[in-house]
């Protein structure tokens, strides 16, 4: 079965489409922590337990797991997420040729999908998009503020960059896996690249700490009703610097889970 067709399942599964962003920025986890031999890892798993039965998906950026034992605590993580049955996108942004890209692609023999950078064209993304059960997230329009700095440039033929992002992501969907990474904080970006590309599913950041537009994410972001919208800090830090220390981060966070799901479906 191919990764857009697990995730239907499981959004239908669950009635979400709240993907939970797990960043344990180590700076930010409670202090009772430290205790444990691999913090973020102890973190995530609570996170998770909290979090799975409101969750489509769960999406780990790699950057805050980018030395020995982050790594380890990403792969228990991606394991734990699967014995509960929610799919992992890894948030890798990852592109390269040759060698280097069949490297790349290796991480999704432990993860559902990745999202790649599509700015070295298509070969770059070859060994990705080669993998018809797993699914590829290509940066299209970004949800931070310097986005627009090459994304919004216009081409000689009038389209701007992303536009022909997404339309080059549109050819190179001929194994049915291709999605686009579209920010929440740029709503007209969402609305007209969703009828440029009908049928490709996004993966929506920007939902959250962000303020990116719920409504907008969730009436944009999904094709056939599958997508992912994605809030990170807003869930997993929602009881963390509180009166109480962060000793139960766990339950805020899937209390804000909870919500954001609710929030969400409100306009599905």
């Not at 079965?1 to 995730?7: D, G, I």
């Not at 499981?10 to 180590?26: A, F």
């Not at 950026?61 to 991606?78: K, Q, S």
């Not at 959250?208 to 999904?222: C, I, K, N």
Request: with cysteine.
């Amino acid at each position: 079965m191919q990764f857009f067709e697990r995730l239907d399942e499981r959004i239908r599964e669950r009635d979400s489409v709240l993907c939970v962003g797990l960043d344990p920025d180590p700076d930010r986890l409670p202090d009772h922590m430290a205790e444990y031999d691999l913090p973020r890892w102890a973190f995530n798993r609570r996170i998770i337990d909290a979090t799975h039965e409101h969750a489509a998906a769960y999406k780990p950026n790699a950057a805050f797991y980018e030395d020995p034992d982050g790594w380890r605590a990403l792969v228990e993580t991606m394991a734990y997420a699967h014995g509960k049955d929610v799919p992992v996108v890894l948030d890798a942004k990852r592109a390269d040729i040759g060698n280097t890209a069949r490297q790349y692609a290796k991480l999704l023999d432990r993860a559902d999908a990745i999202t790649v950078n599509p700015y070295m064209g298509r070969d770059s993304l070859e060994p990705f998009l080669s993998k018809p059960e797993t699914g590829v997230f290509v940066l299209c329009r970004t949800s931070n503020p310097g986005g627009a700095d090459l994304q919004d440039l216009e081409l000689a033929s009038g389209e701007a960059v992303y536009e022909r992002v997404a339309a080059l992501a549109d050819l190179w969907n001929t194994n049915g896996n291709v999605g686009l990474v579209v920010g929440a904080t740029a709503p007209e970006e969402l609305e007209s690249l969703r009828e440029q590309v009908p049928d490709l599913p996004f993966l929506v950041p920007g939902v959250g700490s962000q303020g990116g537009d719920a409504e907008a994410a969730v009436e944009f972001g999904l094709a056939g009703g599958v997508g992912l919208i994605n809030s990170s800090r807003g869930i997993i830090f929602a009881g963390v610097g509180g009166p109480e220390g962060g000793e139960n981060f766990a339950s805020a966070a899937g209390e804000a889970a909870k919500r954001l799901k609710r929030r969400l479906n409100r306009y599905r």
